[in-house]
C-alpha cells in the first residue's frame, strides 16, 4: 500500500444503503475507515449503530438528528467505543466520517 492514498469524495461509487441514503467508502488502512454518507430529507440509518470501536463524523451539509439533538453543518461529533446511534435527518444531510477500530 502507498504512504498516500488520495480520492476526490464524488469520484468514489455511491452504493445504496436503503432508498435516499448512499455511502461511499474512501480509502482506508489498518488504523481506520472513512466513510460519506449521503441522506436523502426525512430517512434515517436503517438499524441501530452499535461502536465496537470510536466512530467519528463532521456534518458537511444539511443537518443531522441523534435522538433530540441536531448537528448542523460544521458540526464534529465523536462516539466513543461502546455506544450506539441511529442518524436521521429531515432537511437532508452529507456526512464525512472515519471508523476506529477496537
Not at 468514489?12 to 481506520?32: F, K, N, Q, S
Not at 441536531?70 to 462516539?79: D, F, K, N, T
Given at each position: 500500500?502507498?504512504?498516500?492514498?488520495?480520492?476526490?469524495?464524488d469520484e468514489v461509487e455511491a452504493v445504496?444503503?436503503?432508498?435516499?441514503?448512499?455511502?461511499?467508502?474512501?480509502?482506508?488502512?489498518?488504523?481506520?475507515?472513512?466513510?460519506?454518507?449521503?441522506?436523502?430529507?426525512?430517512?434515517?440509518?436503517?438499524?441501530?449503530?452499535?461502536?465496537?470501536?470510536?466512530?467519528?463524523?463532521?456534518?458537511?451539509?444539511?443537518?443531522?438528528?441523534?435522538?433530540?439533538?441536531?448537528?448542523?453543518?460544521?458540526?464534529?461529533?465523536?462516539?466513543?467505543?461502546?455506544?450506539?446511534?441511529?442518524?436521521?435527518?429531515?432537511?437532508?444531510?452529507?456526512?464525512?466520517?472515519?471508523?476506529?477500530?477496537?
Amino acid at each position: 500500500m502507498s504512504e498516500v492514498q488520495s480520492v476526490n469524495i464524488d469520484e468514489v461509487e455511491a452504493v445504496e444503503v436503503v432508498p435516499g441514503i448512499m455511502r461511499r467508502r474512501l480509502p482506508a488502512t489498518d488504523h481506520a475507515r472513512g466513510w460519506v454518507i449521503d441522506f436523502a430529507p426525512g430517512t434515517q440509518w436503517p438499524e441501530v449503530d452499535v461502536h465496537e470501536g470510536e466512530e467519528r463524523y463532521f456534518v458537511l451539509s444539511g443537518e443531522v438528528i441523534e435522538g433530540e439533538v441536531r448537528y448542523g453543518a460544521g458540526s464534529y461529533v465523536v462516539l466513543a467505543r461502546g455506544s450506539s446511534h441511529q442518524p436521521r435527518t429531515e432537511i437532508g444531510a452529507r456526512m464525512l466520517g472515519i471508523n476506529l477500530p477496537a
